[in-house]
């Protein structure tokens, strides 16, 4: 079984290489000639980020998963998530704002966290009709984050969950501390009034 | 945030594949890269740092030929050849390396998963900036071992507005500075400390590393094991158990462990050294000695085989009762080596060469008798002295060896050796007799019994 995982690890290895070498050529193009071919590079890391999801998801669905915590300066992660997005986003007409309160560090699972809210807000953004909004916040036990949009909301927010939620909701109840476990919640509403999705984690 | 002038820094791209050398070089010039020199592997680039240390180094994981990011970075270092304002970045096309920067203590500044953009780079670029801007001061005392300067800073810092994006970090590096100044308490203190807040594998390796100093074995034992179970990729986390298997004179199972890693990480030779000691002590001697010949023939990196090395590896042919090969390391050692050699080391050459070739050792080691007589010595040259001691029949020289070595802290770890070499000589039971007056004098000094709980 291990053999298996190896073969598909070692083949999105090699993708995720040629992805970097497309993307790194563009990036040169873009800078000698002047122009913008963001869309272009999006697209390639998105294509990336869907492979490491896939990978990740993998893992998650043979319950061999385990987190690789670390101290993440959470302001960090959201501007990651803000860089990943945003561009892409304001192409479609749609406005990513970020609100990030939390100033101190939280030990989790850097990558694949910014995984599942890069996932998040590029399904807030198929649905946003002009504004996503990316929110972290903490109450010294438990760290909240939020994306949510002004769009038409989960048509049902306790019915069936596509792959990426499934993954999602894995990841946030993998992060454990003091027995305390993560989660995941779906729901309707909020300032924006479309749909929220929320991670908790301890 | 510090903005950064790339133009003026040199960036060093190592990978050993031409086109990831290639898509790395465009995106640091991208990101405004002037000058962007590659290292195909890793001689090269540890060859490359030594001569001129970049800004910048950019790292791919994995390095071909067996080798890896990680390991560089260790021998990087292991050698003082990284200054702390160097940035060090790995570069990673699967999220599996974060599972070792998770888990280990040398963690590079930061890593960064392929496929990323020029933008993405320079964001991660300026927060190591910031970050090492922000820990400056106290990089400069730590080096210059100033502990308790450092550790005042950290603790006017660590609270800071700025300080709370670096709040583990700090903690971390308290700790450490704590167990470098030769504080074990106070290290267990703060490794402690971090883990009320998570628990992080490297906090939990810190505190068995804490009480290992403060030779609590069995405590150090049991942590050590927790992290090893939760983490078998951990590999520091392996060799520390080694390490505290050993000093509890469990031998067998410190071979065991560095055994199962060793394999795992073939071209790690402080690994190696470990395994080669831990099977010399488990009485296999040839694993020894092979352990120690690929140190000795393949740890490449110019000053990596020291003297020290040569002396083990000459031990463990003796050891193998190999005298001929014994001979041949400790001869083919160049004079101006052995002229500068200090008491210890000519402690363990002469006597080793007294095993090995009396004609040619026994002289010197009879010539050195007073000091090794009156001298405190480390526990390995002592037990070179009692076994060349021994083999001429200098029952005085030797039973006082036996002496130090039981009363102190090694006493576990190499009790099983000293044992066997005085039955070799038909001579057990006047090692029972040391044994028991050691004891006694221990009773009477009222002292916690050394290499104990």
């Known amino acids: ?202 | 945030m510090t903005a950064v002038d790339y133009r003026q820094k040199r960036f060093l791209v190592i990978d050993d594949q031409p086109m990831a050398r290639e898509s790395l070089r465009a995106i640091a010039q991208t990101a405004g890269a002037f000058s962007v020199e590659f290292a195909p592997g890793y001689q090269d680039a540890i060859f490359k740092i030594r001569n001129n240390v970049p800004d910048i180094i950019l790292c791919d994981y994995m390095l071909g030929d067996g080798r890896s990011g990680q390991q560089l970075l260790e021998e990087l270092r292991r050698f003082n050849l990284l200054p702390d304002e160097t940035i060090f970045m790995m570069v990673t096309g699967e999220q599996s390396y974060e599972q070792v920067v998770a888990a280990v203590e040398l963690v590079p500044d930061d890593y960064i998963i392929k496929p990323f953009s020029p933008d993405k780079l320079i964001m991660r670029l300026e927060r190591i900036a910031a970050k090492k801007q922000f820990f400056a001061a106290f990089y400069r005392e730590k080096r210059k071992q100033e502990y308790a300067k450092a550790l005042a800073i950290l603790a006017a810092t660590k609270d800071s507005d700025a300080g709370r994006n670096y709040r583990f970090e700090s903690l971390r590096q308290e700790a450490e500075v704590h167990l470098a100044a030769g504080d074990a308490e106070k290290a267990e203190a703060a490794y402690r400390g971090i883990l009320e807040r998570y628990e992080f594998p490297w906090a939990r390796a810190g505190v068995a590393k804490s009480l290992h100093r403060q030779n609590r074995l069995t405590e150090a034992r049991e942590e050590i094991e927790k992290v090893v179970a939760g983490t078998p990729h951990y590999f520091d986390a392996a060799d520390l158990k080694a390490n505290i298997c050993m000093a509890q004179g469990e031998h067998e199972e410190a071979q065991k462990v560095l055994d199962e890693v060793a394999k795992k990480t073939p071209r790690n030779y402080l690994r190696k050294r470990l395994l080669a000691e831990a099977a010399e002590l488990n009485g296999d001697t040839e694993t020894a000695r092979a352990a120690m010949a690929d140190v000795v023939a393949n740890d490449t990196v110019a000053g990596a085989v020291t003297t020290e090395d040569q002396l083990t590896l000459a031990r463990t042919h003796v050891g193998a009762s190999d005298l001929i090969s014994a001979e041949k390391v400790l001869l083919l050692m160049r004079e101006s080596e052995v002229m500068n050699l200090d008491l210890a080391q000519q402690a363990s050459f002469s006597a080793l060469l007294a095993v090995a070739s009396p004609g040619k050792g026994k002289p010197k080691f009879t010539g050195l008798r007073p000091a090794l007589m009156a001298s405190p010595l480390p526990t390995a040259s002592r037990v070179d002295v009692l076994r060349a001691a021994l083999s001429v029949d200098d029952r005085e020289l030797a039973d006082t060896q036996a002496r130090q070595i039981m009363s102190g802290e090694d006493a576990k770890k190499v009790f099983g050796a000293v044992r066997k070499l005085y039955a070799l000589q038909g001579r057990e039971p006047d090692f029972r007799e040391i044994q028991r007056q050691v004891a006694m004098q221990r009773i009477h000094h009222d002292e916690t019994p050394a290499g104990g709980e």
């Open chain 1, 1 to 202: 079984m291990h053999h298996l995982l190896d073969v598909l690890a070692s083949g999105v290895h090699d993708t995720k290489n040629q992805l970097f070498f497309a993307e790194s050529q563009i990036a040169e193009a873009e800078a000698r000639h002047g122009i913008d071919l963001s869309e272009a590079r999006y697209a390639i890391e998105s294509a990336s980020g869907r492979l490491s999801r896939t990978l990740a998801a993998y893992h998650l669905l043979r319950q061999d998963a385990a987190l690789a915590v670390v101290p993440v300066v959470v302001d960090d992660l959201c501007s990651e998530v803000a860089l990943d997005q945003r561009k892409h986003l304001a192409h479609t007409g749609i406005e990513l704002e970020v609100n990030c309160s939390v100033r101190d560090e939280w030990p989790l699972d850097r990558d694949l966290m910014t995984d599942v809210l890069n996932n998040a807000v590029q399904n807030a953004g198929r649905h946003a009709r002009k504004k996503v909004r990316l929110s972290a916040w903490s109450d010294g036990t438990t760290l909240y984050f939020r994306v949510e949009d002004d769009g038409e909301g989960y048509a049902d927010p306790e019915g069936g969950r596509s792959t990426g939620l499934i993954v999602a909701e894995r990841i946030a109840s993998l992060h454990e501390r003091k027995k305390r476990k993560g989660s995941m919640h779906l729901s309707n509403g909020g300032e924006l009034g479309g749909a929220i999705f929320e991670l908790c984690l301890p």
